[in-house]
């Protein structure tokens, strides 16, 4: 039986990886922060927790003496290090706490794999957000990083001592350079979830507004389910290496309101109101990315199309508020 650690388990992209690796036999571990919430896991928790297949550590990624001893004690075949700050918005308030969990965890645990003599395979959640203001579109291995945020600075220095790690010390280590994913996971911060979180929320006639920011900012948006998905297509190759994960199609906040709302038969405009607060020092307009790498030498191809990733999030927000999807969705 393989064994797998994943940090960050408990997120988006975290929760869907685990019931991959469950599914294909894997004994998986997972960091925790202490007094995090589990909830993403929970189900997964019981259904696995019990025999033994999922199991969770409490380690800070600030603490790299425990992080080494807990690697060299669960001896995985693979390391998944998703564990960040990842809120873009909010790594401009907490810029040093970004720098430090985002890009000097990646280090931590990478050199945690050098200094017990592990032969795990590591994969690193790099972001589109690297390149910020693009040189070049699509965006593809080979364009250069021009982050715009600490978020994304701090991911490019994660993305860059990978491929040291790599080079220096052998280890099997890639990078994924996934552009923007969602799921009815994501946290009610970021604008996709935000949108159909509030949108539940109205019909049932507990909110009144949703206070967004630059609706014309456009993202290549797909499934997370599909995405964790290429994370361990990467880790089965004979070598380490970088990928770009995207749909290789761009739509802007205004289109995901159009279809969010639309599927319900309803008009974003009279609720929605622009609040200055929600836009960035430095905005990243649009991000889209070229993933022909990915498609040839992994054989990934995403399946889910974004106005089915719109319409899955509303349906499962209408359900957390009671409402029948049937019933409202056109």
């Known amino acids: 039986m393989k064994r797998a650690l994943i940090t960050g388990i408990t997120g988006q992209d975290g929760s869907y990886l685990a ?8 004994a998986v571990h997972g960091l925790v922060r202490q007094g995090g919430s589990t909830d993403r896991i929970e189900p997964i928790l019981r259904d696995h927790g019990p025999r033994g297949a999922l199991v969770l550590h409490a380690v800070d990624l600030s603490d790299s003496a425990l992080l080494t001893k807990t690697l060299g004690k669960v001896q995985p075949d693979e390391v998944y290090h998703l564990a960040a700050q990842t809120h873009v918005g909010l790594s401009f308030e907490v810029p040093e706490y970004t720098a430090d969990i985002t890009g000097t965890g990646t280090v931590r645990v990478l050199e945690a794999i050098r200094a017990t003599g592990s032969q795990a395979r590591f994969y690193q959640a790099s972001s589109s957000e690297m390149f910020g203001r693009a ?33 220096a010390h052998r280890i099997h280590a890639s990078n994924g350079i996934l552009f923007n994913h969602e799921s009815p996971r994501r946290g009610e911060s970021f604008v996709t979830r935000k949108i159909t979180r509030a949108l539940a929320r109205i019909l049932s006639g507990r909110q009144q507004e949703l206070l967004l920011g630059n609706l014309d900012a456009k993202r290549d948006w797909g499934y997370a389910r599909d995405y964790v998905g290429a994370m361990w297509l990467m880790l089965q190759q004979p070598e380490g290496d970088d990928y770009v994960i995207a749909t290789g199609e761009t739509h802007s906040v205004r289109e995901f309101l159009d279809i ?12 929605v109101r622009i609040d200055p607060r929600y836009y960035r020092p430095t905005e990243v307009d649009r991000l889209i990315g070229d993933s022909t790498k990915a498609r040839r030498v992994l054989g990934w191809t995403p399946r889910c199309s974004f106005s089915e990733l719109v319409r899955l999030m509303v349906a499962e927000d209408l359900r957390l508020e009671g409402l029948d999807p049937e019933k409202w969705m056109r």
Do not use: C, M
């Not at 969010?260 to 609720?271: I, L, N």
């Open 135 to 167: 040189l070049e579109s699509p965006q593809r291995e080979t364009t250069p990083f021009y982050p715009r945020s600490p978020y994304g600075a701090a991911k490019v220095y994660g993305y860059w001592i990978t491929v040291n790690y790599r080079e």
């Open 19 to 26: 019931e991959l690796l469950l599914e294909k036999g894997y």
């Open 260 to 271: 969010a709302f639309g599927s319900v038969g309803r008009d974003w405009h009279p609720v």
